[in-house]
Structure formats: C-alpha cells, structure tokens
C-alpha cells in the first residue's frame, strides 16, 4: 500500500502524467534506505521486474493508459471499489468515524478530504446509505 498511497496517489492526481519504471525503481530504491531495508537486497534485475509488474498491474486495473509508456488516468468513481474498500476496513476493525477520513482512499484515487463528497453522491445515487453530523456518522452498504 505503500508504493501505492505515496509514489502512485499524487500521479493520480495530477493531469496524465506519465509512469515510468525509472521513477518507480528510484522511489522503491529510496524505500530499501529507509522503512523497507529488505528492497535494498533486490537486484537490479528484481528491482526493474517489480517495477515493470506494478505498473502493468496499474494499467491492468484501469488507474493507467498505454502498454510501453504508461500514463496514469484517475479510475472513474464507481460504487463497487469504494463499497469494497469500506468493507475491508470495517473488517480491519476500523471505526465508522476513522473511516470517513481513511488513508487506504487513495487506493482508489480518493483523497480522504474527498471521502465524505464521495460518500455523499454515493448515497445521492442510492448506492449506499450515508449520513454525517458532525461525529456522528451512519454508513449502509
């Protein structure tokens, strides 16, 4: 989640920027100095095939554009990932208030200031049920 929440998520953001292995190899590089010393043990080779395969998957699950050069491209906010993502966490014992604002949002291209506009127009479209006042925070799959 990581590589996904720091290095992808702000790419996302951004208007197609491109993705390249290059890049992905010096942030999982950096990965290996610091909160992940294992990286630092991969091979060039192993460090590139990583790379490679993650943006494939990224492509694959449509938060990308291209087969050799790769451009990211926001996922259209469907109810089924975001129904999915609130049924893990509610799995990882995350609280219904936590929630709201949640990190792992960014797995699907959502900021966690976006959660609640997003869970609001979900709810608009009957996707789900959810209401917010203040700290107190009802949410029906």
Known sequence: MTITCEWLFPRLRGPNLQLRVEDL????AQLGRTSHPE???????TLARVAQ????TIRDCGMARGT???VAH??????SPVRLLIKALRLANVPITDL??????KIAGIAPFEVVDVLTELNRQG??????????VELKL
């Open 100 to 105: 709201v604002r949640h990190e792992a949002f």
């Open 127 to 136: 996707s789900l049920s959810f209401r917010m006042q203040a700290d107190v």
């Open 74 to 79: 926001r996922p259209a906010l469907y109810s």
């Open 68 to 70: 050799i050069k790769k």
């Open 25 to 28: 190899k010096i942030y999982l």
């Open 53 to 56: 395969h993650y943006l494939a």
């Open 39 to 45: 990286v630092s043990h991969w091979s060039p080779s």
